[in-house]
């Protein structure tokens, strides 16, 4: 099946700061690459999201990139603030099945 | 409110002791699907279901059992538990298939198996 990995595994930026998580996965078949957010007691969030027909995409603060070749999409989170402190997941998509990152603890210090 | 729920939210158990998380949403949506979160591995796919009588395998489907008898409920039973099954869960929906459609997550079961 998929394997996808995750770095960093933690990661502490100072507030206006941009913070950048990274992901790789195996399989070409993935065609859908969403990102979660996940605060202490919650379940996951999503928060973006980019299909393999995509290269970038944006919303507001937060961006996310997808290198089909490399196998590769990145998070990108832009002047940070202390409530984007949580847990991040990187996901991939084949047909109807998700596989999971091992997340990134995201702290951002006032 | 639109939500997924689960009960119960904490469980303490016994290994052999059969037990039953609920799983149900509001939202009318064809797909769920069971995870298991450990820390350093992330979230892995237990279940999922297309539709009503529609289940299929994830990742780490073994010791587990689901069914889709209504379209709003998807109860994950673990027939005879062991401690490895120690883990905290969590119910997932879309609209249909995930690759089209966010996916919203229950507020997750922690469970432990002694």
């Known amino acids: 099946g998929e394997n996808v990995e995750q770095h960093p595994s933690t990661l502490s930026v100072q507030e206006g700061d941009s913070a950048v998580i990274k992901c790789t996965y195996s399989d070409s078949a993935s065609n859908y690459f969403p990102w979660y957010k996940q605060e202490l007691g919650k379940g996951p969030q999503l928060i973006i999201d980019i299909r393999s027909n995509v290269g970038e995409k944006k919303d507001q603060r937060i961006a996310v990139t997808l290198n089909k070749t490399a196998k590769h999409f990145s998070l990108h989170i832009t002047e940070t603030q202390p409530e984007d402190s949580a847990v991040y997941f990187c996901?991939?998509?084949?047909?109807?099945?998700?596989?999971f990152g091992t997340g990134t603890s995201l702290t951002v210090i006032p | 409110e639109a939500q997924v729920t689960q009960n119960p939210r904490y469980l303490i158990t016994v290994t052999g002791k059969k037990l039953t998380v609920t799983c149900s949403q509001n939202m009318n949506h064809e797909y769920m699907s069971w995870y298991r979160q450990d820390p350093g591995l992330g979230l892995r796919q237990i279940y999922y279901?297309?539709?009503?009588?529609?289940?299929d395998k994830g990742d780490v489907p073994e010791g587990y059992k689901v069914s889709r008898k209504e379209k709003r409920n998807f109860p994950l039973i673990l027939e005879s538990p062991s401690p490895n099954q120690t883990s905290l869960y969590f119910c997932?929906?879309?609209?249909?298939?995930?690759?089209?459609?966010?996916?919203?997550f229950g507020p997750g079961t922690r469970l432990t198996v002694t």
């Open positions: 997932a929906s879309s609209l249909q298939g995930t690759s089209r459609y966010e996916q919203y």
């Open positions: 279901s297309m539709n009503v009588e529609v289940t």
């Open positions: 996901a991939a998509s084949i047909g109807n099945q998700f596989y």
